[in-house]
């Protein structure tokens, strides 16, 4: 699995998505991505790619288009 | 590994009246300290979130969601390499907290700081078992029966009994460190049970926490950022009815009166809306409300309206800040509010009971220098509206890192 590939898996399992909805996901558009389903996707990108975010990081994680340029400032291309 | 290592562990204690909530008998606990952040600590923490934050239990409980959260490793990871360039720095030995009844995840939160400084730990929980409570010893026990974190399962207990000077005293007198949550009485009372001399007492004892608005910042926020606001409030005043010692009792606005009055217009009934939408409130907190208002009114006279939002919100609108207003607490949506210029009219009653001040629009570094340069003794928190409740390592002005260890001084 390419880094790319466990990116959108870890959304469709932490919040139960379709693949085809994940281009135009943003926080809040579906009701498991609401905080609580916010705080198990952070958890679950940074166990799944090794990394730790900051806070500030965490909070701009505004939707799966947004989540790539943040990951990319922890060495992980997508 | 050394023979030093493979000691026994203590003298065991005798069998007490009690139930262990998690974790084996009380005779069998390790007290033996290790370094703050110690390795196998970070990893049974990290477990227990990623237990957590997967189960369905999250999803019930935010609160749990929000404990398992802070404690996975991406938070303490950072933390774990900052306090590793200080002194070298060990834990104290056992520390016994008695956890608060109000807010039913801060046992586990104590428990976390306890191991984080390096700690044996046993902690007593509320004797009324909240649902948070079941779920979180559950989980605890889980991963104590874990192989792979033998040496956190030796070293922690999660105990509970009906309040008993005897069980309470015994286990005072083996503790290298308290942590006492509760009220005043409480903690008076508790601190009166004889511990060993060398024994650090950390009290959380009773607070009175406000919000402070800046009237302007209201007036110009976006719709976003009004959503946002309210949101936090909603956060910070309502997911423990304003029982938490960091929920905002008072609101104070910050602006001219056109602009203060301005800005209530756009913040209630926001907040209003908002409760309609994702707030149940108990028919006993609507009474409860009632009764604070007519106490509000008898006892304040700087009492001069009150405005009703439904039940889901009452507002005292006061002149002026009374001394002594940390002793009027609200309860589930019951507020005072109040009209001032710069910081000094609530500088002028800060009392030591006063913890956290949630701002909006204010510049928080300055108002810290504030605090210090007018000596005042209260205020130990100054964090943005919907952070109220995050409870973290230095809490009531206490860094418990430091406190719950000691440092091996090589001067």
Redesign the interface.
Same mark, same amino acid.
């Given at each position: 699995m390419n880094n790319l590939e466990k990116y959108d898996a870890t959304f469709v399992d932490t919040l139960m998505v379709g693949r085809d909805a994940l281009a135009a996901l943003k926080y809040q558009d579906v009701e498991a991505w609401d905080s609580v389903g916010h705080m198990q996707l952070m958890n679950a990108l940074e166990e799944a790619f090794g990394i730790e975010m900051d806070i500030d990081d965490i909070i701009a994680f505004s939707g799966h288009e947004a989540g790539k340029g943040i990951l990319a400032k922890y060495g992980v291309q997508l | 590994m050394n023979a030093l290592l493979e000691r026994p562990p203590a003298p065991a204690a005798p069998a007490l009246p009690l139930t262990v909530r998690a974790g084996g008998p009380l005779q069998t606990l390790d007290r033996r300290p290790m370094a703050p952040f110690a390795a196998p600590v970070l990893d049974f923490l990290s477990a227990l979130? #990623?237990d957590l934050?997967?189960s369905p239990d $999250? !999803?019930r409980h %935010?609160d749990i $969601?929000?404990f $398992?959260?802070w404690c !996975? !490793?991406? #938070?303490l990871? %950072?933390m774990a390499e900052a306090w590793a360039r200080g002194p070298a720095r060990v834990g104290r030995g056992l520390v016994l907290h008695i956890a608060p009844g109000n807010v039913p995840v801060n046992f586990a939160f104590s428990l976390a700081f306890g191991m984080l400084a390096g700690n044996a730990n046993i902690v007593r929980v509320a004797e009324v078992e909240r649902a948070q409570t079941t779920v979180l010893c559950a989980a605890l026990q889980r991963r104590f029966a874990d192989p792979r974190h033998a040496v956190v399962a030796a070293r922690n207990r999660v105990v509970q009994y009906a309040r008993d000077d005897t069980v309470t005293a015994a286990l005072s007198a083996q503790a290298a460190a308290r942590v006492l949550w509760g009220g005043d009485r409480t903690i008076a009372h508790l601190r009166s049970l004889p511990a060993p001399p060398r024994c650090v007492d950390v009290a959380f004892a009773d607070r009175y926490s406000l919000a402070m608005l800046d009237a302007r910042a209201v007036n110009e926020a976006g719709s976003q950022a009004l959503a946002d606001l309210v949101r936090g409030f909603f956060h910070d005043a309502y997911l423990q009815d304003q029982d938490a010692c960091s929920s905002p009792q008072l609101v104070v606005w910050q602006g001219e009166p056109a602009a203060c009055a301005q800005a209530r217009q756009r913040f209630w009934p926001a907040l209003d809306a908002l409760l309609e939408r994702e707030y149940a409130l108990a028919p006993i907190h609507a009474v409860d409300k009632l009764v604070q208002l007519c106490r509000a009114a008898a006892a304040l006279p700087q009492a001069q309206s009150s405005v009703r939002h439904g039940n889901r919100i009452h507002r005292v609108q006061l002149q002026s800040l009374p001394a002594g207003i940390e002793q009027h607490r609200g309860h589930a949506g019951f507020f005072f509010e109040v009209d001032t210029t710069g910081f000094e009219p609530l500088a002028g009653v800060v009392d030591a009971r006063l913890q956290t001040l949630t701002t909006f629009g204010l510049d928080r570094q300055a108002l810290a220098r504030r605090v210090v340069e007018l000596g005042l003794t209260g205020i130990d928190r100054i964090v943005p509206v919907g952070q109220a409740l995050a409870i973290g390592l230095v809490w009531d002005g206490h860094d418990l890192v430091s406190t719950l260890s000691r440092i091996v001084e090589v001067p």
């Open positions: - | 979130s #990623h934050l997967a $999250a !999803r %935010p $969601a929000t $398992a959260f !996975r !490793r991406g #938070h990871q %950072p």
